[in-house]
């Protein structure tokens, strides 16, 4: 290294040295990494700057990165105590939800006890970490006997089947503990677990899947073990298996090998944990394998076809688990930083088997096993791979080449395979119409392929008809589509439904048809594509398919029907009048899987005027020139005004409909969780409603829902969710972690691309959240909290800046948020003295509070005096209020001050300040109220302080004391 670079190393260590007595520990952490980037390989130098970005992590409460921290600047400097220290504090923390690093952190304190024998937060480290070692000791010791036994019972030959049952159960008890499920592996439990798999009895089956599934959570070596030991084509024919509970089982075995594996359970491992496993590419490769050729194999059942394709959607897309490790020398050379795991499945043919396994018919050959619902999955992971894959021109166009060549190399095996190869291919374009929509539409366009659409459904042939009738209500979400098939197909699907030769499932198809031509002009209440009262007319012969009908099938159909009538007014009033068609709308959500999403989801929506379209605001003089221009402008029908909304909402609440949505929310497709967030929005609009939402699992579900989806989807649920927090009691509605997991919502809320209403509904959410514990106070601060919400204290705009000021007076109450008020170099304080100048009382309610608690501290009540040139005005103004809340605050803060330094109070005790608290005191002399009572208690606090000071005379008796506003003198302070 050079001494230019040496000097500019040790240039970043002082700045960084500096944020961190500021308290700016995130801009100290960019110094420290930027002094070990400039330093070379075995300066010794280095050693400090890992131990003091270890002390910044610490602060953070990052243990894992201060650990790692800690141990580098050990592998540089061995006996730097103060570097074991911090590793020390690190693993004791870690040690709380991982006990593996408890011994560890115990060697190292006895070591660290060695070179600093006096050290008196040394020596209470290591006795905490003794007392918990001994416990952990005996915990285990209890346990061993536990696991040997239960092990014993589980696998002994001669044990009868009730015993092995009930060893088996207390098998999962035991793994879900680290301590326990560390003996399981050590005695052998893996190998007697395996042989479980093979069981008759369904109960131990299942019972062996899940401890098996508990020992893979957070320990990534010894999942690999396991993988070594069960294999992965065992378990993948578990998968295949047409029972439902064991193919789930293991398809949870699975999930959890791959968030170990790839680390997304968020366990640190370092050392021999560490050291284990190298590379798990090949591995993980052999898995995304092992799921295509499940995929296209017809021995895998209808329901683990549907599991393989939900674990291709959670961990083929790069936020999954794959895409993080995909480390091949494929995936060395062509895809950047371990990303590229969706462009892998591409290039494995994963893409194209998908769209193949979706056009699969009962005639296809292999005819592959598949559930209702495996079209629908296939939908929705098509949209996840497009979604992360398609990021540039260049993907966009490979993955609508692939799509396209797909369904014409269907199309071009007419002549050989006959019909059943067009059948395969209008059936793969309906499920990737379902699915990205702009690739599906794009493949309409191939010649002649609407026609042949039009000419299947004319052919008196069911499942013919019944592929082309699905195809043409998919192809119909476009206008140009939609106007085609009115003009070429209407009477084909008039004719199909009035066939008395058609079954239900073709007619209800037919039907749904109809009824998504009907509603080709959206909510305008001046267009009809049917003659006036048809869509009516309509609703009734769905509304008879969902109440008649036993199959879900049928009434999952006719609900989509009523998705797409409700664009019309006049029908919304006609279900929302009918509560019985409301209550099978919702037991079919109850019941109906996420087939049903969709048709329900969208019917709810349009009920509650949840959409955006024909919302924007029209400018009358716009409108005067479209209408003189002969340009058609929509208008809203009168039956959509807020009143007829409002009763609307009331009503299906009253049903039940909640409970409906909690029931959708399972669905994995974002748009879905889309329509769903905008109908829990319209509903929690009305404060009386939040309550019932969070009673019916509503807040639970909506948490998720905000934090993974669309963006528009995104920020509906945090909205809903913030109504929730704003007027709900946080304990009852977010209790334990859920009030943590509330956080990131509630701060993408915050995001200036965010609407005022949505910033202001946020920072009131936070208000009431920050006020629940120090670890929400924390969550807050964390990603440049304090900035984001800084920044709305000095909004233009009064609501918001009230807003903003309210939570900082929660925030203030934590350590984290007080140490940038102390920190001096900026007007933070000032400001907030300032703001209790304001003519808005809730604002200075607010910042009174604030001050309040800031001047706790008696260095910040050194300075307000130095900063603020009218805090005399200021604290008299605001001390003599009227108002008992705040004048509570200020006379708390002018207790502070008065009881901070006999300088600083000799500085109040000459102004007029004394007068102010003299008049308070015997104005409140006899006042019952509770809060006047706690003013009267701040000022005997302020005056006791002054006469201990000796800056005022003792009073002898209650009215000299009262008195002494016009007798009280300065005594000589020398």
Request: aromatic share 4%; hydrophobic share 40%; with cysteine.
């Given at each position: 290294?050079?001494?230019?670079?040496?000097?500019?190393?040790?240039?970043?260590?002082?700045?960084?040295?500096?944020?961190?007595?500021?308290?700016?520990?995130?801009?100290?952490?960019?110094?420290?990494?930027?002094?070990?980037?400039?330093?070379?390989?075995?300066?010794?130098?280095?050693?400090?700057?890992?131990?003091?970005?270890?002390?910044?992590?610490?602060?953070?409460?990052?243990?894992?990165?201060?650990?790692?921290?800690?141990?580098?600047?050990?592998?540089?400097?061995?006996?730097?105590?103060?570097?074991?220290?911090?590793?020390?504090?690190?693993?004791?923390?870690?040690?709380?939800?991982?006990?593996?690093?408890?011994?560890?952190?115990?060697?190292?304190?006895?070591?660290?006890?060695?070179?600093?024998?006096?050290?008196?937060?040394?020596?209470?480290?290591?006795?905490?970490?003794?007392?918990?070692?001994?416990?952990?000791?005996?915990?285990?010791?209890?346990?061993?006997?536990?696991?040997?036994?239960?092990?014993?019972?589980?696998?002994?030959?001669?044990?009868?089947?009730?015993?092995?049952?009930?060893?088996?159960?207390?098998?999962?008890?035991?793994?879900?503990?680290?301590?326990?499920?560390?003996?399981?592996?050590?005695?052998?439990?893996?190998?007697?677990?395996?042989?479980?798999?093979?069981?008759?009895?369904?109960?131990?089956?299942?019972?062996?899947?899940?401890?098996?599934?508990?020992?893979?959570?957070?320990?990534?070596?010894?999942?690999?073990?396991?993988?070594?030991?069960?294999?992965?084509?065992?378990?993948?024919?578990?998968?295949?298996?047409?029972?439902?509970?064991?193919?789930?089982?293991?398809?949870?075995?699975?999930?959890?090998?791959?968030?170990?594996?790839?680390?997304?359970?968020?366990?640190?491992?370092?050392?021999?944990?560490?050291?284990?496993?190298?590379?798990?590419?090949?591995?993980?490769?052999?898995?995304?394998?092992?799921?295509?050729?499940?995929?296209?194999?017809?021995?895998?059942?209808?329901?683990?076809?549907?599991?393989?394709?939900?674990?291709?959607?959670?961990?083929?897309?790069?936020?999954?688990?794959?895409?993080?490790?995909?480390?091949?020398?494929?995936?060395?050379?062509?895809?950047?930083?371990?990303?590229?795991?969706?462009?892998?499945?591409?290039?494995?043919?994963?893409?194209?088997?998908?769209?193949?396994?979706?056009?699969?018919?009962?005639?296809?050959?292999?005819?592959?096993?598949?559930?209702?619902?495996?079209?629908?999955?296939?939908?929705?992971?098509?949209?996840?791979?497009?979604?992360?894959?398609?990021?540039?021109?260049?993907?966009?166009?490979?993955?609508?080449?692939?799509?396209?060549?797909?369904?014409?190399?269907?199309?071009?095996?007419?002549?050989?395979?006959?019909?059943?190869?067009?059948?395969?291919?209008?059936?793969?374009?309906?499920?990737?119409?379902?699915?990205?929509?702009?690739?599906?539409?794009?493949?309409?366009?191939?010649?002649?392929?609407?026609?042949?659409?039009?000419?299947?459904?004319?052919?008196?042939?069911?499942?013919?008809?019944?592929?082309?009738?699905?195809?043409?209500?998919?192809?119909?979400?476009?206008?140009?589509?939609?106007?085609?098939?009115?003009?070429?197909?209407?009477?084909?699907?008039?004719?199909?439904?009035?066939?008395?030769?058609?079954?239900?499932?073709?007619?209800?198809?037919?039907?749904?048809?109809?009824?998504?031509?009907?509603?080709?002009?959206?909510?305008?209440?001046?267009?009809?594509?049917?003659?006036?009262?048809?869509?009516?007319?309509?609703?009734?012969?769905?509304?008879?398919?969902?109440?008649?009908?036993?199959?879900?099938?049928?009434?999952?159909?006719?609900?989509?029907?009523?998705?797409?009538?409700?664009?019309?007014?006049?029908?919304?009033?006609?279900?929302?009048?009918?509560?019985?068609?409301?209550?099978?709308?919702?037991?079919?959500?109850?019941?109906?899987?996420?087939?049903?999403?969709?048709?329900?989801?969208?019917?709810?929506?349009?009920?509650?005027?949840?959409?955006?379209?024909?919302?924007?605001?029209?400018?009358?003089?716009?409108?005067?020139?479209?209408?003189?221009?002969?340009?058609?402008?929509?208008?809203?029908?009168?039956?959509?005004?807020?009143?007829?909304?409002?009763?609307?909402?009331?009503?299906?609440?009253?049903?039940?409909?909640?409970?409906?949505?909690?029931?959708?929310?399972?669905?994995?497709?974002?748009?879905?969780?889309?329509?769903?967030?905008?109908?829990?929005?319209?509903?929690?609009?009305?404060?009386?409603?939040?309550?019932?939402?969070?009673?019916?699992?509503?807040?639970?579900?909506?948490?998720?829902?905000?934090?993974?989806?669309?963006?528009?989807?995104?920020?509906?649920?945090?909205?809903?969710?913030?109504?929730?927090?704003?007027?709900?009691?946080?304990?009852?509605?977010?209790?334990?972690?859920?009030?943590?997991?509330?956080?990131?919502?509630?701060?993408?809320?915050?995001?200036?691309?965010?609407?005022?209403?949505?910033?202001?509904?946020?920072?009131?959410?936070?208000?009431?959240?920050?006020?629940?514990?120090?670890?929400?106070?924390?969550?807050?601060?964390?990603?440049?909290?304090?900035?984001?919400?800084?920044?709305?204290?000095?909004?233009?705009?009064?609501?918001?800046?009230?807003?903003?000021?309210?939570?900082?007076?929660?925030?203030?109450?934590?350590?984290?948020?007080?140490?940038?008020?102390?920190?001096?170099?900026?007007?933070?304080?000032?400001?907030?003295?300032?703001?209790?100048?304001?003519?808005d009382f809730e604002l200075v309610k607010a910042a009174a509070g604030t001050l309040a608690q800031l001047t706790a501290d008696k260095d910040m009540c050194e300075r307000i005096p130095n900063e603020v040139k009218s805090w005399i005005d200021i604290l008299c103004e605001v001390g003599a209020s009227p108002m008992p809340d705040i004048q509570h605050r200020m006379m708390v803060v002018?207790?502070?001050?008065?009881?901070?330094?006999?300088?600083?109070?000799?500085?109040?005790?000459?102004?007029?300040?004394?007068?102010?608290?003299?008049?308070?005191?015997?104005?409140?002399?006899?006042?019952?109220?509770?809060?006047?009572?706690?003013?009267?208690?701040?000022?005997?606090?302020?005056?006791?302080?002054?006469?201990?000071?000796?800056?005022?005379?003792?009073?002898?008796?209650?009215?000299?004391?009262?008195?002494?506003?016009?007798?009280?003198?300065?005594?000589?302070?020398?």
């Amino acid at each position: 290294m050079t001494e230019a670079e040496k000097t500019e190393a040790d240039l970043s260590k002082e700045q960084g040295n500096q944020h961190f007595k500021a308290g700016e520990y995130e801009e100290a952490i960019s110094c420290y990494t930027q002094a070990l980037k400039l330093s070379e390989k075995g300066d010794k130098a280095k050693a400090v700057y890992y131990k003091n970005r270890a002390a910044c992590h610490l602060k953070l409460e990052e243990y894992q990165q201060a650990a790692a921290d800690a141990s580098a600047a050990l592998d540089i400097s061995g006996n730097d105590s103060k570097a074991l220290f911090r590793k020390c504090q690190a693993l004791e923390h870690l040690s709380e939800d991982s006990p593996q690093h408890l011994t560890t952190a115990y060697k190292d304190a006895m070591r660290l006890l060695q070179m600093e024998p006096k050290d008196a937060q040394v020596r209470a480290m290591l006795v905490r970490l003794k007392d918990r070692v001994v416990k952990m000791s005996t915990d285990q010791h209890t346990t061993t006997n536990r696991v040997e036994q239960m092990l014993k019972i589980a696998f002994g030959k001669e044990e009868s089947l009730e015993n092995k049952r009930k060893a088996v159960s207390n098998l999962i008890v035991l793994t879900r503990e680290e301590a326990g499920a560390q003996l399981v592996f050590r005695e052998g439990g893996v190998q007697g677990l395996d042989l479980l798999l093979d069981h008759q009895d369904e109960e131990i089956l299942l019972n062996a899947l899940m401890a098996l599934t508990n020992l893979c959570y957070g320990h990534r070596s010894r999942t690999m073990s396991l993988l070594d030991i069960v294999t992965l084509p065992k378990i993948c024919r578990l998968v295949a298996r047409p029972d439902e509970k064991v193919s789930n089982g293991a398809t949870s075995l699975i999930q959890a090998a791959i968030r170990a594996v790839t680390g997304l359970d968020k366990v640190i491992h370092r050392g021999a944990e560490e050291a284990v496993v190298i590379d798990n590419s090949a591995d993980l490769e052999q898995l995304l394998m092992a799921l295509l050729v499940m995929l296209k194999d017809k021995r895998v059942s209808g329901i683990g076809r549907d599991n393989v394709i939900d674990l291709i959607i959670k961990n083929v897309p790069k936020k999954g688990g794959l895409g993080i490790i995909i480390k091949t020398k494929l995936a060395q050379s062509k895809y950047k930083d371990g990303i590229g795991c969706s462009e892998l499945f591409i290039d494995m043919g994963g893409l194209k088997d998908l769209i193949l396994v979706g056009g699969n018919v009962k005639d296809s050959d292999p005819c592959l096993p598949m559930t209702s619902e495996t079209r629908m999955h296939i939908s929705v992971c098509l949209t996840r791979i497009y979604d992360d894959y398609a990021i540039h021109d260049e993907a966009v166009r490979r993955f609508k080449d692939i799509c396209q060549s797909t369904v014409q190399g269907l199309l071009g095996e007419v002549e050989k395979r006959g019909m059943v190869a067009n059948l395969e291919a209008i059936q793969a374009l309906t499920t990737i119409l379902h699915g990205p929509f702009d690739v599906g539409n794009i493949i309409l366009g191939i010649q002649a392929i609407m026609n042949n659409m039009i000419a299947m459904c004319a052919v008196e042939e069911p499942d013919m008809q019944m592929v082309a009738v699905e195809a043409m209500i998919a192809a119909m979400s476009k206008k140009s589509r939609s106007t085609f098939i009115l003009s070429h197909g209407a009477g084909l699907l008039k004719q199909i439904y009035k066939s008395e030769s058609a079954d239900a499932p073709i007619k209800v198809r037919a039907l749904v048809g109809l009824c998504k031509l009907g509603s080709i002009y959206g909510s305008d209440g001046t267009r009809k594509a049917f003659a006036e009262g048809s869509t009516l007319k309509l609703a009734k012969h769905c509304r008879k398919f969902l109440l008649t009908s036993t199959e879900t099938d049928l009434r999952r159909w006719a609900a989509e029907g009523l998705a797409y009538l409700t664009m019309d007014a006049d029908v919304k009033e006609m279900l929302a009048d009918d509560p019985q068609t409301v209550r099978a709308i919702v037991e079919l959500a109850k019941a109906g899987g996420v087939t049903v999403v969709y048709g329900v989801g969208t019917t709810l929506n349009n009920l509650v005027n949840s959409y955006e379209y024909g919302n924007e605001e029209q400018i009358p003089e716009m409108k005067k020139l479209a209408k003189f221009a002969k340009q058609h402008v929509p208008e809203p029908h009168k039956l959509d005004s807020k009143e007829h909304v409002d009763i609307r909402i009331e009503k299906l609440v009253k049903e039940g409909v909640v409970v409906s949505l909690v029931a959708l929310a399972k669905t994995e497709s974002h748009a879905e969780r889309e329509l769903l967030s905008r109908v829990f929005l319209a509903i929690t609009e009305r404060e009386a409603h939040r309550g019932l939402v969070v009673a019916q699992g509503g807040a639970k579900v909506l948490i998720p829902m905000a934090n993974e989806g669309t963006d528009k989807g995104k920020w509906f649920a945090g909205q809903a969710l913030a109504k929730i927090a704003i007027t709900t009691n946080p304990e009852i509605a977010f209790p334990g972690q859920r009030a943590l997991e509330m956080v990131r919502p509630m701060k993408k809320l915050l995001d200036l691309d965010a609407s005022a209403l949505q910033n202001f509904e946020a920072l009131m959410a936070l208000t009431n959240l920050a006020s629940q514990s120090e670890s929400v106070r924390s969550r807050i601060f964390e990603d440049n909290g304090f900035s984001v919400v800084e920044h709305y204290m000095f909004e233009d705009h009064e609501m918001l800046k009230r807003a903003a000021i309210q939570l900082m007076c929660n925030l203030v109450a934590s350590p984290k948020w007080k140490e940038k008020y102390q920190t001096t170099g900026n007007d933070r304080l000032k400001y907030i003295v300032l703001l209790c100048g304001e003519d808005d009382f809730e604002l200075v309610k607010a910042a009174a509070g604030t001050l309040a608690q800031l001047t706790a501290d008696k260095d910040m009540c050194e300075r307000i005096p130095n900063e603020v040139k009218s805090w005399i005005d200021i604290l008299c103004e605001v001390g003599a209020s009227p108002m008992p809340d705040i004048q509570h605050r200020m006379m708390v803060v002018i207790a502070n001050m008065m009881m901070a330094s006999k300088e600083l109070c000799t500085k109040l005790v000459e102004t007029k300040i004394l007068d102010v608290v003299m008049a308070v005191r015997i104005s409140l002399a006899n006042d019952p109220d509770p809060t006047r009572q706690k003013v009267r208690k701040c000022v005997d606090a302020a005056l006791s302080a002054a006469t201990e000071f000796g800056l005022i005379k003792p009073a002898s008796n209650l009215e000299e004391q009262e008195a002494l506003p016009e007798q009280a003198q300065l005594l000589n302070a020398s």
